[in-house]
């Protein structure tokens, strides 16, 4: 559903200069030959269709996405890139992968097989990555897999195998010993397969210098924190905006939304915003009990630049922010109050909700009208 910006209750602003800038940033610090950039459930929320041509603009010729679906999507706007399907391959995936000239990221000897099948019938050696597991046991071949797998020649003889690949399960944690587990285990893989370029950096291993040949950052391109605990390095990429409904006076020691879990301790005056937990505003960021980090606790939205504190539980279509402290003639029905940008952190709402950015962002609802800028 697109919406029209006057007929819609939230509006996002994504900022395709500052993706490219970020995408450049990771690209440098990565220490990678090559950067490509994860794009997985619609580019993080943000677009498939904007984003990978704006990436390609800037220099990107590599993409990772999650789903053949969303393969096609991208070859869509995007004829000429690889792109890598990193959960593999389903067992009746292999003739619309080949079509959309897609390629996977083998996890398993079953996959194997069935890429190597397909190439039979195809006849000729398919591209592919081969996923190999050093120790988050998500997706990928044991070491003795990969082992078996090399020896095979009938089976290798059928794959054009392009990248060998890995994930960490703690680079966003930079004291985390298990990445250096990891990379130990992930050049034994590489010994076993000279030549054949690597990529195992996520953002947070990229923003580490972990970039290996490819490196494929995802959220920190999109303005999302991937390491804990440091500075965020990137420019925002995407601001949410909630439109005013109404604004009402709410006498002392009367109660504001479902639950009457909030008491106002004066007279205040109450900023409805036309957007809720349906548009993956999250319900849990009303009453965590979690501060924030960066915003004084419990400011939640911004207006001009002034914090604004959330006043009750987040319902499905509506929000209430106090607006008390700003002058009556300053602020009128129809205006827009940022819920996150340039001054609320996404992983501060996110962190507020008892969750992480990246879900903050995959999670935009449909119902908001989109634009894009730079
Ligand atoms: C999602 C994903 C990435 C990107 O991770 P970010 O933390 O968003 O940078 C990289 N590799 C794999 C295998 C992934 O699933």
Redesign the pocket.
Known sequence: MTTDADLAGGRLTIDLGALQRNWGKLRDRSGAAECGA?V?ADA?GCGIEQVVPALEKAGCRTF?V?VPQEGISLRAVAPEPACYI?NGLFPKAAKALIENRLRP?LGSMNQLHLWADAARIHGAPLPCAL?VDTGMNR?GLSLEELRDAVADQDLMAQLDVQLL?T?FAC??DVDHPKTDVQRAVFDMAADMLPGVPRSA????A?LQGFGYDLA???????G?E?LNDVDNAMEVVVTLEGRINQIRTVKKGETVGYGATETMIRESRIAYLSLGYADGYHRAASHMGVPMREVAAPARAAYKGQRLKGVGRISMDLCAFDVTDVPPNEIAEGDWIELFGPNIAVDDVARAAGTIG?ELLTGMGRRYSRRYVG
């Open positions: 994860v997985k993080y990772f999650a990193l990221v996923h997706l690949m994930h680079a966003d950096a996520n953002s947070a990229s494929r950052p995802g959220v920190a391109m999109y999302g991937a990246y």
